[in-house]
């Protein structure tokens, strides 16, 4: 049995093994035939029509908890998990997944930020593997295989609690084979500095596998440019000057000259968000190496400077940027030291 088969307009009409399967509200086991079971509350839209009509769509996140969406047994992959809440949850709630009943999680990134949304503001991503569409509807098509389970969870470190949140993560039971990579995200957020503007988007990752993706939330301090600075990959070992160096944060997500001609989304980059509504601007980019994984045997570490221009000189200046980056990437054990995520005054667009 191939785990490597994907279905594709060319291939769709092909058998493929496995069981589909679906957790929602309205089926939190996603067992076979128990949808649509809840009995309506009295005076719920739902009242008068009885069972089997959307009887509980949603659930509520309680303030200060972990509340679990999916614990699943066996072997598998997730193939789609899709949220919609409203947007005072991107920075506050954290969504965590746990692979092979590890007591910590191998994903652990603010809501918004996984599916390229940061700085609480809701926009359209048209990427491959992330999509948002119209007021807030998060879709991940990240394949994710584990072999003996996963828990999926949401902690909400908002001041209260966070109702209407709409939930389904869709997933394939099947076997997988003994080469399979786990999917991991982490977040981090820093203030550079001047005298040493590098910003780490991820810390050196010990392990093998192949880094997948990076999503960036840029909040410029200055004036004019704010994206000179180069995304570097220390691979197996680098420490001083790395084995992959980039020309540029907008040559980086596929772009060119300082963004001039505006936002814009395709399948595997974008830069979707140039927030002017404030004094301070606010950018979202995001790169997903899909069809050129970065794959490192021994460790890897990725940074980006926050570098822009002296224009009356023509020099580039360091930057005291706000910089907030989720990474993305498969390694072959389930990864549990991931960096704790900061308290909710930390964690909040400023």
């Known amino acids: 049995m191939t ?21 929602s509200a309205e089926n ?25 009509w959307k009887a509980r769509p949603c659930i509520t996140l309680k303030a200060g908890e972990e509340t679990l969406l ?31 009943n590890q007591d910590k999680p191998s994903v652990q990134v603010p809501m918004g930020d996984f599916f390229a949304n940061g700085h609480g503001i809701r ?15 998060f879709n991940s098509y990240w394949p994710m295989p584990y072999k003996k389970g996963c828990r999926i969870a949401v902690e909400n470190r908002f001041t209260s609690d966070i109702d209407s949140f709409f939930y389904q993560i869709t997933y394939n039971e099947r076997e997988v084979n ?9 977040w981090r957020r820093e203030t550079t500095d001047r005298k040493n503007p590098d910003f780490t988007i991820l810390p050196e990752f010990r392990g093998k596998g192949q880094y997948v993706g990076t999503y960036l939330a840029w909040k410029q301090h200055s004036n004019g440019w704010w994206g000179e600075g180069e995304l570097k990959f220390f691979i197996d070992g680098d420490r001083e000057y790395p084995t992959i160096c980039g020309t540029g944060t907008e040559d980086y997500v596929g772009g060119a000259w300082c963004f001039s001609t505006g936002p814009y989304s395709a399948p595997f ?60 990437w498969y390694a072959d054990r389930p990864y549990t030291e991931l960096e704790e995520i900061p308290g909710l005054e930390d964690l909040l667009p400023r």
């Open 269 to 328: 980059l974008g830069y979707p968000l140039h927030d002017t509504s404030r004094e301070v601007h606010r950018h979202g980019l995001y790169r997903w190496h899909i069809l050129d994984p970065i794959r490192f045997d021994s460790d890897l570490r990725v940074t980006v400077q926050a570098l822009g221009w002296y224009e009356d000189i023509m020099k580039f200046q360091p930057l005291e940027d706000d910089i907030a980056a989720t990474s993305y």
């Open 28 to 52: 939190p086991t996603g067992a076979k035939g128990e949808g649509g079971r809840a009995v309506p509350e009295k005076g719920s839209a739902a009242e008068k029509l009885g069972k089997g």
């Open 70 to 100: 999916a614990d699943i047994k066996g072997s598998g992959v997730i193939q789609h998990m899709w949220f919609t809440v409203s947007e005072k949850a991107y920075r506050s709630c954290i969504l965590k997944i746990y692979w092979e």
């Open 123 to 137: 926009c359209s991503i048209n990427s491959m593997p992330i999509n948002v569409n119209s007021h807030g509807g």
């Open 178 to 186: 003994e080469e399979i990579l786990y999917f991991h995200s982490q």
């Open 3 to 23: 785990d490597n088969f994907i279905h594709s307009l060319g291939n769709i009409y092909r058998l493929a093994p496995g069981r589909t399967r679906s957790i």
